[in-house]
């Protein structure tokens, strides 16, 4: 899994032959600095843009080779025992709207190089079911994490938020909030050249402004009725920028970044969740502990608590979802749900290249 967050690869190993994913092993590799300034590059049409977007595709593809060797290495396992590789690739437009959502990676070569099936592309097909192709990962918490008595809601904050409504006895529900870590990341890395901020500790040294947090949440994709997703198409510095005044001090954006995090995720969980006892977190904002905090004051009535104590780690969760997505593809199960997605139908969901 490499995300919105464009922090790297998320790689893990995963057994599901007693029927609930047990976590083999994991590895993180974080892409380097050119990689990541040129996968932001291609989310704007730019120069020779085709060109480079090969080559990146063919890069991705090398990295998430050697990502997996690595991890095979230091698990002791050969790649007979292996019966496939998720993967999800890097998002570089999801455009839903317009029909279609493209993620880099060329699984024909992550095949060839590793040795393994690789199953990918799982957006495209919810998408030509006229769905948003996003968030797919509500069908692996339906299926996994529900409670039968117990009213729980999953948060992945990425660099774009998104939840799982598990209610009992209804259906199903989910959708992408707003922005996650994206914004904060951003600003800290413009501002003082850190990727992101840790423990949310500068944000929670600044103040909040109102006027600009306002600007921030009239934004009208918020408002939408689900089912509805994004990314960095929509939520980027150029979007920013456009409602700052200039001579804001960058401490106090931080900080109304982070409050406008925190809300996007509380808004949508008072609006579309009512009842919720317990809200679990997972993805890297459950680390920002300023942001944690503010989510707890902003929804006193629910146990907030991350993934952890339900044996899915806060950092691998969604690595653990795309291996269960491929599963699925190889046994032919439709994986959408239509009530997340807004697809006409059910779709079995996924590309498959083998070896």
């Known amino acids: 899994m490499s995300g919105t967050s464009l922090d790297g690869i998320d790689v893990v190993l995963v057994d599901f032959s007693t029927g609930y994913p047990k976590l083999l092993a994991t590895h993180f590799q974080a892409y380097e600095r050119k990689l990541k300034d040129a996968l932001l590059a291609l989310h704007h049409s730019g120069n020779d843009e085709l060109h480079q977007m090969q080559l990146i595709n063919n890069e991705l593809a090398n990295l998430y080779s050697a990502a997996t060797a690595i991890l095979l290495q230091a698990a002791n396992i050969t790649l007979d025992q292996v019966r496939a590789i998720g993967c999800h690739g890097q998002t570089i437009r999801h455009r839903p709207s317009e029909g279609y959502t493209l993620q880099l990676g060329n699984a024909a070569l992550l095949a060839e190089l ?141 900080a109304t970044l982070l409050a406008f995090s925190s809300r996007v ?37 629910c146990r907030i608590q991350t993934t952890d104590p339900l044996g899915l780690g806060v950092d691998w969760l969604e690595a653990i979802a795309f291996a269960w997505l491929a599963r699925q593809r190889l046994y032919g199960y439709s994986v959408n749900l239509t009530t997340v ?15």
């Open 114 to 254: 590793s040795g393994i099936t690789v199953v990918s592309d799982f957006r495209s097909g919810d998408i030509a079911a006229g769905g948003q192709g996003a968030p797919l990962v509500p069908v692996f918490h339906d299926r996994v994490m529900r409670h039968p008595s117990i009213h729980r809601v999953i948060v992945n904050i990425g660099g774009i938020s998104n939840l799982t409504n598990l209610p009992p006895k209804r259906h199903t529900t989910g959708f992408d909030c707003g922005p996650g870590n994206m914004l904060m990341d951003a600003w800290i890395t413009l501002q003082r050249g850190e990727p992101y901020d840790r423990d949310g500790a500068w944000a929670a040294s600044g103040q909040i402004i109102p006027a600009l947090l306002q600007k921030l949440l009239d934004e009208p994709f918020l408002n939408a009725v689900p089912p509805k997703s994004s990314g960095r198409d929509l939520f980027n510095l150029v979007w920013l920028n456009s409602k700052l005044r200039g001579n804001e001090v960058p401490v106090n954006v931080q």
């Open 265 to 301: 995720i509380s808004d949508a969980i008072n609006c579309f969740c009512d009842g919720a006892q317990e809200v679990y977190l997972c993805g890297g904002g459950a680390h920002n502990q300023a942001l944690v905090q503010n989510l707890c004051i902003s929804l006193p009535n």
């Open 341 to 355: 997605t807004g697809a006409r139908h059910p779709c079995v969901l996924g590309a498959i290249y083998s070896v």
